[in-house]
């Protein structure tokens, strides 16, 4: 799987063949199928492992004891810590699920992550912490921003990502940033 999970990332579903796959784990093309059927198999199991890691940071539920813009901020940090060292994976879901390639991912990590968001975009709404917006978009446009940070050029500086990604939603949404600092001070008063 480690060896399918690095040639889907790098070159695509369907760039990546089976004997490629059997290449790069230094296996004979044979034992593939002694644990896959087909290239559609070994794909659902690497994106279904992603998918375990990115699990417990959206379905952690929201805190309403926390300002919107305190949890959407904590939010952000959690998942950002938590997918950068799979960026690998988290590009290739994402990828997958734009191009609505087999096998198909249900729930879709883009629906997921933007499911997360919705409940602390609406609980703003409603608190008046957040300008008045069509939750759903801005949930998935969030999202989608998420995605496209953690998709570009890789940086070791996950606190700079994070602080850009909390500027970026927390502006948009007419709420003053966080940054990390704040998230470290506000988790220390809590």
């Keep these: 799987m480690g060896a399918a999970r690095t040639l889907f990332a790098r070159d695509g579903f369907e760039s990546t063949t089976i004997a490629g796959i059997a290449e790069a784990a230094d296996l004979g093309f044979g034992t593939f199928y002694l644990y896959f059927r087909d290239k559609a198999e070994i794909l659902r199991a690497v994106l279904d492992e992603g998918k375990r890691e990115v699990d417990e940071v959206l379905l952690e539920a929201d805190d309403p004891g926390v300002p919107a813009g305190q949890a959407l901020a904590r939010f952000s940090e959690r998942f950002v810590r938590t997918v950068s060292p799979h960026r690998d994976v988290m590009a290739l879901m994402w990828l997958m699920a734009i191009k609505h390639l087999a096998p198909p991912i249900e729930p879709d990590l883009p629906r997921m992550l933007g499911g997360a968001i919705r409940p602390i975009v609406e609980r703003g709404v409603a608190e008046g912490a957040f300008l008045p917006v069509n939750a759903d978009l801005?949930?998935?446009?969030?999202?989608?921003?998420?995605?496209s940070v953690l998709m570009g050029p890789s940086s070791d500086d996950v606190d700079a990502i994070i602080d850009a990604i909390c500027e970026l939603e927390l502006r948009a949404l007419g709420a003053p940033a966080t940054t990390t600092a704040t998230i470290e001070e506000q988790e220390k008063t809590r």
Aim: aromatic share 0%.
């Design 138 to 147: 801005t949930s998935r446009l969030i999202a989608s921003m998420h995605m």
